[in-house]
């Protein structure tokens, strides 16, 4: 099994901010990496997949980046939509793994 | 429109048996694998199940292997989750997600969830 550990737990901000959202793995794997957006009551989206690609239709604010066990989403100036909760999941191997989740509320 | 909906959620006792079902609609459903994920009330997200797009490989996470049973018919584009021996800790919301049409792994549409509550 592949450990996540996602941080931090909850991040308060202001719109406008530029935030950084960090996941870490027990072990590589390389950049089968997903990070979703999840809204109360919602379905989660899906943001950013292979680490750093751009779902089609997400914001260009949004960006991913690392490879191995180091990965980080980014928003680059929070807007008063972005406020929610964010999951990274790896799929590289099964079980299938997501971290404990990221609550982004306003400051 | 690309859709997914899933129906069989309810109130069961523990020990108890439910299956659900999700119906997909607007693409291909034979080409694609397909995910069961849980949510608990107030917790994070759960993978719980995936099959291949022929059934060929199927997977579940160590909490409900044994119990639970996924399936899909291809003809009727539906896939199902049998759900037996219920406990409490199976309460959650179920999504039925598509994976992406690139990425093997990485649920990319999801329908809006159906309850299971378990309780006596």
């Known amino acids: 099994v592949i450990w996540m550990t996602q941080s931090p737990s909850l991040l308060s901000a202001s719109t406008g901010d530029r935030v950084t959202i960090s996941c870490r793995m027990s072990q590589g794997i390389s950049s089968y990496l997903a990070w979703y957006q999840q809204k109360p009551g919602k379905a989660p989206e899906l943001l950013i997949y292979a680490a750093s690609t751009l779902q089609s239709g997400v914001p260009s604010r949004f960006s991913g980046s690392g490879s191995g066990t180091d990965f980080t989403l980014t928003i680059s100036c929070l807007q008063s939509e972005d406020f929610a909760t964010y999951y990274c999941q790896q799929y590289y191997s099964f079980p299938r793994t997501f971290g404990q989740g990221t609550k982004v509320e306003i400051k | 429109e690309v859709q997914l909906v899933e129906s069989g959620g309810g109130l069961v006792k523990p020990g108890g048996s439910l299956r659900l079902s999700c119906a997909a609609s607007?693409?291909?459903?034979?080409?694609?694998?397909m995910n069961w994920v849980r949510q608990a009330p107030g917790k994070g997200l759960e993978w719980v199940s995936s099959i291949s797009s022929s059934s060929s490989y199927i997977y579940y996470a160590d909490s409900v292997k044994g119990r639970f049973t996924i399936s899909r018919d291809n003809a009727k584009n539906s896939l199902y989750l049998q759900m037996n021996s219920l406990r409490a800790e199976d309460t959650a919301v179920y999504y039925c997600?598509?994976?992406?049409?690139?990425?093997?792994?990485?649920?990319?549409?999801w329908g809006q969830g159906t309850t299971v509550t378990v309780s006596s």
């Open positions: 607007g693409f291909t459903f034979s080409s694609y694998s």
């Open positions: 997600a598509r994976d992406h049409p690139l990425i093997v792994g990485a649920p990319h549409v």
